[in-house]
């Protein structure tokens, strides 16, 4: 299980951007896909997290009510739609995936992607 992070980039403070993260290797049936983020000199941190159906959501306090993640199966993949970005949300995202339910613990994850840069001037 492969998965792909893209959609980084340089957006000014009230911006947007969308964040994919695409599977290969299987489908996300069944799996659940979580954000996490890493700012530089801090430790990652959760961002928020689905199951595949998207019947089960969690988002940090930070981001609650700016981000969206949903999923298309179709597609194979999971967005974290970015709407009102501040310069606080500069990091690097990662996507990660589990079977099952969603987690807000990173530990809980079996496969990560190789991560985007996010960076929100002000």
């Known amino acids: 299980v492969q998965l792909q992070a893209s959609g980084g980039g340089l957006v000014q403070a009230g911006g947007s951007l969308r964040l994919s993260c695409a599977a290969s290797?299987?489908?996300?049936?069944?799996?659940?896909v979580g954000w996490f983020r890493q700012a530089p000199g801090k430790e990652r941190e959760f961002v928020a997290a689905t199951n595949w159906s998207g019947s089960s959501t969690y988002y940090a306090d930070s981001v609650k009510g700016r981000f969206t993640i949903s999923g298309d199966n179709a597609k194979n993949t999971v967005y974290l739609q970015m709407n009102t970005l501040k310069p606080e949300d500069t990091a690097v995202y990662y996507c990660a995936s589990r079977y099952n339910n969603p987690s807000r613990w990173e530990y809980e994850y079996d496969y990560w992607g190789q991560g985007t840069q996010v960076t929100v001037s002000s």
């Open positions: 290797g299987r489908t996300f049936s069944r799996y659940a």
